[in-house]
Each structure stands twice: as structure tokens, then as C-alpha cells.
T-cell receptor
Framework: RKEVEQDPGPFNVPEGATVAFNCTYS??????FFWYRQDCRKEPKLLMS???SGNEDGRFTAQLNRASQYISLLIRDSKLSDSATYLC??????????????FGRGTSLIVHP | GAVVSQHPSWVICKSGTSVKIECRSL??????MFWYRQFPKQSLMLMAT?????????EQGVEKDKFLINHASLTLSTLTVTSAHPEDSSFYIC???????????FGPGTRLTVT
């Protein structure tokens, strides 16, 4: 089982739709969680951090469920410009004592007119 | 804030030559930098973790003698691909993390093509 798993999609939605992505992680000692966005042939850009209390930034809401070991990202009122790959990142505790960022494969979102 | 640059942004080299890629944190000090590789339509794969002033920690399957990493200062890490071969052609991305923080900021990547 991979440490961080995401549904690769693609999720194909019309403009204005609400779409949700989930990401599961296997290491219960994981610390800190993030969503990144990656456009084609570009570097990932930090979208938002994820907290147990939930984190909202405009149309984007992220949530962490430690008991079930998953994080979610909700996008409301999708825009064409939201089309991208969304990467889930979990900092996994390594045997050396540090936290190593571990990426999911990414979920592809396509928003169409 | 939290800007990371990479140089060069793309490079084409002949098989057998070495290529050096620089990663700089422009407006913050990065105690830890990470080097990733990404093949087309695949996820980012962590190659190594680079800590300032110490040896890099390589992920399993990554040859440390082929991918030389140097993190000589709090704002600069370099990755040298030695004796490059066509199968090393890929998108190499670095990221930097501030001390005591978990989020990382990515450089724009370097596209390497080995002919």
C-alpha cells in the first residue's frame, strides 16, 4: 500500500460545479498536511495547509480527519482556471527522526465551459 | 515571500557529460532542501533530502555517486547529474523548507534532455 493515495481522476466538471477530492495516508504518525496545485509542465504551488479544525480560503476548503487518516479538498463554484492537478502532501515521520514530505500521485481536474 | 529559483530552467547535453543544477531560496534561509524528479504524466519522486552543512540523504534506488548534492549554504543547494544518459532526461525540481516549518516552496524546475 502506498503511503499517500489519491484518485488520479480525471474529474471532469462544468464551470460552477462543486468538486471534492480525498487523499488517504497510511502512517498514523504523519505530521502536517498540504494541498498543492500543479499546472502542466510547471512546479507545484502551495494551495493551502490542512488542519483538523478545517481551513477555508475563498472557494477552497480543506479538512483533515486523523481518525480515518484522510484529508479532503473541496472546491466550490469551479472556474476554468481551476483546471490542474491537485497534489496531496503528507509529512511522514522517517526512521531518522525527521519529517519527509510524501506526495500523492495527484488528482487531475478539468473544468469545462 | 518564500521564493525559490532554479538555474538553468532547461538544458540539453550530450550523453556522458555532467550537468549542475542550482536551487536558491531568494528571501529566506532554508535549512532543508529537497530534490525531486518527475517524468511525464507521473508524480513527483523524491530523490534526496539536503540539509545545510551535512551529507544529503538519498531515497532508495537513487545513486548518490551519480546524483551529487551539495548544500553549502542556507540559500543554495546544487544537484550534479554526472555522466548523464538519455534515461536521466526528466524534469528536476527542488524545494526549500524553513527551519521549524513543514510547508515547502518549489523552484520552477529544470528540464534536462540528454541526447
Amino acid at each position: 500500500r502506498k503511503e499517500v493515495e489519491q484518485d488520479p481522476g480525471p474529474f471532469n466538471v462544468p464551470e460552477g460545479a462543486t468538486v471534492a477530492f480525498n487523499c488517504t495516508y497510511s502512517n498514523s504518525a504523519s505530521q502536517s498536511f498540504f494541498w498543492y496545485r500543479q499546472d502542466c509542465r510547471k512546479e507545484p504551488k502551495l494551495l493551502m495547509s490542512v488542519y483538523s479544525s478545517g481551513n477555508e480560503d475563498g472557494r477552497f476548503t480543506a479538512q483533515l480527519n486523523r481518525a480515518s487518516q484522510y484529508i479532503s479538498l473541496l472546491i466550490r463554484d469551479s472556474k476554468l482556471s481551476d483546471s490542474a492537478t491537485y497534489l496531496c502532501v503528507v509529512n511522514v515521520h522517517s526512521s531518522g527522526g525527521s519529517y519527509i514530505p510524501t506526495f500523492g500521485r495527484g488528482t487531475s481536474l478539468i473544468v469545462h465551459p | 515571500g518564500a521564493v525559490v529559483s532554479q538555474h538553468p530552467s532547461w538544458v540539453i547535453c550530450k550523453s556522458g557529460t555532467s550537468v549542475k543544477i542550482e536551487c536558491r531560496s531568494l528571501d529566506f534561509q532554508a535549512t532543508t532542501m529537497f530534490w525531486y524528479r518527475q517524468f511525464p504524466k507521473q508524480s513527483l519522486m523524491l530523490m534526496a533530502t539536503s540539509n545545510e552543512g551535512s551529507k544529503a540523504t538519498y531515497e532508495q534506488g537513487v545513486e548518490k555517486d551519480k546524483f551529487l548534492i551539495n548544500h553549502a549554504s542556507l540559500t543554495l543547494s546544487t544537484l550534479t547529474v554526472t555522466s548523464a544518459h538519455p534515461e536521466d532526461s526528466s524534469f528536476y525540481i527542488c524545494s526549500a523548507r524553513l527551519a521549524g516549518h513543514y510547508e515547502q516552496y518549489f523552484g520552477p524546475g529544470t528540464r534536462l534532455t540528454v541526447t
